[in-house]
């Protein structure tokens, strides 16, 4: 015969000029056999566009399953802080829907659903189930359309520093392919690493009085340390540190440590902590950070910021320092 080409969508340039074989001849005859004896010419050949789905052997089969991904945001956070877990799936199979799309993630020992779950799914007809302080959440009841693709989405917290290794083994996800069993075939996995947050611990102290009794007119001085424990981040920028300040004292605006020291003085710690002071200051109960106070006592000030330039290695201590006067 001449041939068959068959051809899916998107491919071109087949042709269909190629004519059949002669028929067969007995040996030293050279005259055709009659149509009597069986034998005529092969066809012509031919071309066709096919479906690819209807084509044997064309597909795989790995269609006929549940594709499943998941992800941490962000993927190294604090103790007790919510990430976002996402878990994505989608539907390869080019002709048929998922129905009854179900997946269950069992979260590894030490992460639990954050008390607020803030659980969000647009997976078409999907439940979640996720309640605060549980050790897994799941989805179930889904369909997913042809090529579709959907996720569900919680909040998880860890309250132990560590690394989390989440794995979704295979079948964690299942379906039904018209009328078939599918699961998902590749585990879905992700890691979480979990260290210790930034701590911060005040005290107050008289400067003005030896006896150390905070009688009206006395001076007081409040240091704040804060710390980035020695299994906290590697690094740790963009830091901000406020304090609300009592309405019944008043800011003491003159210099903290000399001429030209300002109301406010930072103490690195040893090892440094690498950081460069930035002090502001705000009249408006901390809606803005603008003011400038004035000494020797500012009564207006309502509130200290402490955002400083650079970065915190872990295992390094500062402390912020301020006073305010006892009216």
């Known amino acids: 015969g001449g041939g068959f080409v068959g051809l899916t969508s998107g491919v071109s340039g087949a042709i269909n000029t190629v004519t059949g074989g002669a028929p067969g001849t007995t040996?030293?005859?050279?005259?055709?056999f009659t149509v009597h004896y069986g034998a005529e010419s092969g066809t012509t050949g031919a071309v066709a566009t096919l479906n690819?789905?209807?084509?044997?052997?064309?597909?795989?089969?790995?269609?006929?399953?549940?594709?499943?991904?998941?992800?941490?945001?962000?993927?190294?956070?604090?103790?007790?802080?919510p990430v976002r877990l996402t878990l994505s799936l989608s539907n390869p199979n080019p002709t048929y829907p998922?129905?009854?799309?179900?997946?269950?993630?069992?979260?590894?020992?030490?992460?639990?659903?954050?008390?607020?779950?803030?659980?969000?799914?647009?997976?078409?007809?999907?439940?979640?189930?996720?309640?605060?302080?549980?050790?897994?959440?799941?989805?179930?009841?889904a369909t997913l359309p042809v090529g579709a693709s959907c996720t569900v989405e919680l909040d998880v917290?860890?309250?132990?520093?560590?690394?989390?290794?989440?794995?979704?083994?295979?079948?964690?996800?299942?379906?039904?392919?018209?009328?078939?069993?599918?699961?998902?075939?590749?585990p879905a996995t992700d890691s979480l690493t979990v260290t210790a947050g930034l701590s911060a611990i005040k005290s107050v102290a008289v400067v003005s009085n030896p006896t150390g009794y905070a009688l009206?007119?006395?001076?007081?001085?409040?240091?704040?340390?804060?710390?980035?424990?020695?299994?906290?981040?590697?690094?740790v920028d963009?830091?901000?540190?406020?304090?609300?300040?009592?309405?019944?004292?008043?800011?003491?605006?003159?210099?903290?440590?000399?001429?030209?020291?300002?109301?406010?003085?930072?103490?690195?710690?040893?090892?440094?902590?690498?950081?460069?002071?930035?002090?502001?200051?705000?009249n408006d109960g901390g809606a803005s950070y603008g003011y400038t106070p004035s000494g020797p006592v500012d009564a207006s000030v309502t509130n200290v910021r402490f955002a400083p330039t650079g970065t915190m290695p872990k295992g390094t201590t500062g402390t912020i320092r301020f006073r305010m006067r006892i009216p």
């Not at 549980?134 to 009841?141: E, R, V, Y």
């Not at 560590?162 to 299942?174: R, T």
């Not at 963009?238 to 103490?267: E, K, R």
Request: hydrophobic share 35%; glycine share 10%.
């Open 238 to 282: 963009d830091i901000v540190l406020t304090d609300a300040l009592p309405s019944n004292l008043q800011f003491v605006g003159a210099d903290i440590a000399g001429p030209g020291s300002g109301p406010a003085a930072f103490d690195d710690g040893s090892p440094s902590t690498t950081l460069t002071p930035v002090f502001a200051f705000s």
């Open 52 to 81: 690819p789905n209807n084509i044997p052997g064309f597909a795989s089969g790995d269609e006929c399953r549940v594709e499943l991904t998941k992800s941490f945001a962000p993927d190294v956070t604090d103790t007790n802080q």
């Open 98 to 141: 998922l129905a009854a799309l179900s997946v269950t993630d069992s979260l590894p020992s030490g992460v639990v659903v954050a008390p607020t779950p803030n659980t969000a799914t647009d997976c078409p007809s999907g439940t979640v189930s996720a309640a605060a302080g549980a050790t897994s959440a799941a989805m179930s009841g």
């Open 27 to 32: 040996d030293g005859n050279t005259q055709n």
């Open 157 to 186: 917290v860890a309250a132990v520093t560590g690394s989390y290794d989440n794995v979704i083994p295979v079948s964690g996800a299942s379906a039904m392919v018209n009328g078939t069993a599918v699961t998902n075939t590749v």
């Open 216 to 235: 009206p007119g006395e001076t007081v001085e409040y240091s704040i340390t804060f710390t980035n424990p020695a299994d906290g981040r590697d690094s």
